[in-house]
C-alpha cells in the first residue's frame, strides 16, 4: 500500500511541478502575438513634458497651444500632416502616479506607478500602459457605428486643465477633453478628475450627435505587468456581473449582460479598472496569446445627463481596493491554490492574513512576520500532531505484527484485512490515526502558502542580508537548500512503519522539493523552512520529555502475555 502511496506521490509532484517546465524547454509554447521584447516603452516615445503640469507638443514645429488645436476627421483626411503636427501630449503627476494623455483620441498613453519598481531590473517605475500599435489605447471612446468610432478615438481632442500640479495644497485637478465635427454633428466631451493621493480617477462623459450607447475601453493589458506563469491565479480579463466574478476571455468581442459593477485587467499585482455608476455592459475580448482587451457600454441619457464611471489603476492594495466598496479586492482570490479556486481555503486564508499584517504593524519586517506567524500557527496545533504523533508510535510498535500477519494471509486478501482490522482493535491503533491530524491543518498550511504567493505585500518587502525583495526567489539558493537539508532531517527522525527500501526511495523527496522550492519566492522558502524547523524541535522534544520508547513497552507487554 506504501509503496503505490509513493509512487503516487512523486507521479503527482512530477505532473503538477514539470509538465509546464517540460514544455516550456521544449519550445511547445506558443509564443505571444506581439513580442514584450519587441514592444517599446511608452513612455519613451513622446518627449518628455517640460513640467508635471504642462502638455508637450511632440512636434516642436507647432506653437498652438492645447486648446487651439484643430480637431475633427476631416482634417485629418485633408491635412494628415497638420494633425500630426498637432498631437499633444499632457502629464498629470500625484504622489502615487505620473499618468500621459495624448490629444489624439484622448487616450491614456502611460501610467507609471511611483511607489513600485519593476520585478526585471529594480530600478524603473512598473509601468501598466504597453503600447500594442494597432491596438487601441485605454480611454477610448467607440460606438456602434464605424465611421464615429474612428473619428472619435483618432481625432485630436481640445483640452482644458485647471492645475498645474496636484499636492496638499491643490489635492483635485480636472483635465477635460473636448471633441466636435460640425460636418457629423459628433460632440464628445470627457472630463477626468484627479486625486492627489488616490488611484481612482472620476470620468464624465457628455455626447451629442451619436448613437444610443458609447463604450469607454480599458485598451489591451492596461494594468498586466506580468502575464507570469505558473499558479498564480487568474490573470487577463474580470468582471462582477450580478454579484459573481467572470472571467471570461472569448476570442470575439462579446456582450455580457446584467449589473456590472466593475470590468477589470489584471495580473497578479496589478489591476485597471472601469467601474460605471450607472447601468452597463461588458465587453471583454482576447486579442491573442497574452493579449486581452475589455470595454464597459454605457447607454446615452436621452436628457443629456453626462454618464459617470471610475477608472482605478494600481496595485493590488487589499484596503485600497475594500476601500471602493464594490467588491474589487475579491480580485485578490485567497482561494487560489494549484489549479482551481476553493471556498475553505479562502475562508481560512483571509483572518490568517488579517493576523499577518497585524504582526507586520510591529515588526515592520516581513520576514521576521512570516516567522513569528508560523510559530504561533505550530504551537496551535500543537494537540492534533501531538495525537498524530502517538498514533505514528504505535503503528511503528506492531508493525512486527502487521508483515507477520501478512505475510500469512498474503493469499487471501479477505482473511487479511479481517486479521490486520482485529490487529489493531486490540491494540487499540487506529491506522488513519497519523494522517487524519495532518489533514485537519492542511487547510491552513494551504491559506498560509497562498497568501504568501499572491498578495502584493510581499512584493520589494526585504528580510535582510541578501534577500532584498520575499516575493522573488532567493538569489543564492541558500534558504531552498537549507530548507532541503530540513526535510532530510526530518525524515531520519520521525517514526516510520516504511521497510528500507521504502525509506530510501523517500529520501528522493526533499532532493526533488528543493529543486521545487528554488524558483519560489524567497517568503514561501522562508515560511516552509522555518515549519521544517519548528516540527524538528517539537519532534526532538516529544521523543525525549513525553516518550519513553513506546516499543519496548509494547515489546515487553507482547512478552508478559506469552508468559
Known amino acids: ?232 491565479g487568474s490573470v487577463g480579463a474580470a468582471s462582477l456581473i450580478d454579484d459573481k466574478i467572470e472571467h471570461d476571455m472569448p476570442e470575439t468581442e462579446t456582450e455580457l449582460k446584467g449589473p456590472v459593477k466593475w470590468v477589470a485587467l489584471q495580473d497578479k499585482y496589478f489591476i485597471s479598472a472601469l467601474i460605471p455608476k450607472t447601468s452597463a455592459s461588458a465587453w471583454p475580448k482576447k486579442q491573442g496569446d497574452k493579449l486581452v482587451s475589455t470595454a464597459v457600454r454605457l447607454p446615452v441619457d436621452s436628457s443629456g445627463a453626462p454618464l459617470e464611471l471610475q477608472l482605478f489603476a494600481g496595485p493590488k492594495e487589499f484596503d485600497t481596493l475594500q476601500s471602493l466598496q464594490v467588491r474589487l479586492e475579491d480580485t485578490i482570490d485567497f482561494g487560489w491554490f494549484l489549479f482551481g479556486s476553493w471556498d475553505t481555503v479562502r475562508a481560512v486564508a483571509k483572518p490568517i492574513f488579517s493576523v499577518l499584517r497585524y504582526i507586520n504593524d510591529y515588526t515592520h519586517n516581513y520576514g521576521v512576520t512570516i516567522i513569528l506567524l508560523t510559530i504561533i500557527i505550530k504551537v496551535l496545533f500543537i494537540p492534533l500532531q501531538y495525537k498524530s504523533y502517538t498514533s505514528m508510535k504505535k503503528m511503528q510498535g506492531i508493525q512486527p505484527k502487521v508483515a507477520a500477519v501478512q505475510e500469512k494471509f498474503k493469499d487471501d486478501r479477505d482473511r487479511l484485512n479481517k486479521e490486520l482490522i482485529k490487529l489493531y482493535r486490540d491494540h487499540k491503533v487506529n491506522p488513519v490515526g497519523g494522517c487524519l491530524p495532518m489533514l485537519l491543518q492542511m487547510p491552513v498550511f494551504v491559506s498560509l502558502f497562498n497568501i504568501l504567493y499572491m498578495t502584493i505585500d510581499l512584493r520589494q518587502a526585504p528580510l535582510g542580508l541578501w534577500i532584498t525583495d520575499l516575493s522573488l526567489q532567493d538569489p543564492y539558493y541558500i534558504l531552498p537548500i537549507i530548507m532541503g537539508i530540513s526535510m ?32 519560489f519566492p524567497a517568503g514561501l522558502v522562508l515560511y516552509w523552512l522555518t515549519n521544517n524547523v519548528l516540527s524538528i524541535v517539537q519532534q526532538f522534544a516529544t521523543d525525549h520529555l513525553f516518550f519513553r520508547t513506546p516499543t519496548t513497552a509494547l515489546t515487553t507487554d507482547e512478552q508478559g502475555g506469552k508468559k
Open 488 to 519: 532530510m532531517v526530518m525524515q531520519k527522525i520521525q517514526p516510520t512503519t516504511m521497510d528500507p527500501t521504502q525509506a530510501k526511495m523517500m529520501l528522493m523527496l526533499p532532493v526533488a522539493m528543493t529543486f521545487l522550492f528554488v524558483n
Open 1 to 232: 500500500m506504501e509503496k503505490r502511496v509513493i509512487v503516487f506521490l512523486f507521479l503527482s509532484l512530477g505532473i503538477i511541478f514539470g509538465y509546464e517546465y517540460l514544455i516550456k524547454e521544449l519550445g511547445l509554447l506558443p509564443e505571444p502575438t506581439i513580442s514584450e521584447e519587441a514592444e517599446p516603452s511608452v513612455s519613451e516615445t513622446p518627449p518628455s513634458s517640460t513640467s508635471s503640469g504642462s502638455p508637450t507638443s511632440s512636434a516642436p514645429a507647432t506653437k498652438e497651444p492645447a486648446s487651439l488645436t484643430p480637431s475633427g476627421r476631416e482634417a485629418g483626411v485633408q491635412e494628415p500632416r497638420r494633425e500630426a503636427a498637432a498631437t499633444e501630449f499632457i502629464e498629470v503627476e500625484t504622489d502615487l502616479y505620473r499618468a500621459k494623455f495624448t490629444t489624439r483620441g484622448a487616450a491614456l498613453t502611460s501610467w507609471e506607478l511611483k511607489r513600485y519598481r519593476s520585478s526585471s531590473d529594480g530600478k524603473s517605475l512598473v509601468q501598466l500602459v504597453r503600447q500594442r500599435g494597432k491596438f487601441a489605447e485605454p480611454l477610448t471612446v467607440t460606438v456602434d457605428d464605424t465611421s464615429h468610432s474612428k473619428e472619435l478615438s483618432e481625432g485630436i481632442y481640445r483640452v482644458e486643465k485647471d492645475f498645474t500640479t496636484l499636492d496638499q495644497g491643490h489635492p483635485t485637478g480636472h483635465i477635460t477633453f473636448s471633441y466636435s465635427n460640425p460636418a457629423t454633428g459628433v460632440r464628445l466631451e470627457k472630463q477626468l478628475t484627479f486625486h492627489t493621493e488616490s488611484y481612482v480617477v472620476d470620468i464624465a462623459l457628455k455626447s451629442s450627435g451619436l448613437a444610443e450607447a458609447v463604450k469607454l475601453g480599458l485598451g489591451t493589458n492596461f494594468g498586466v505587468v506580468d502575464w507570469g506563469e505558473g499558479f498564480i
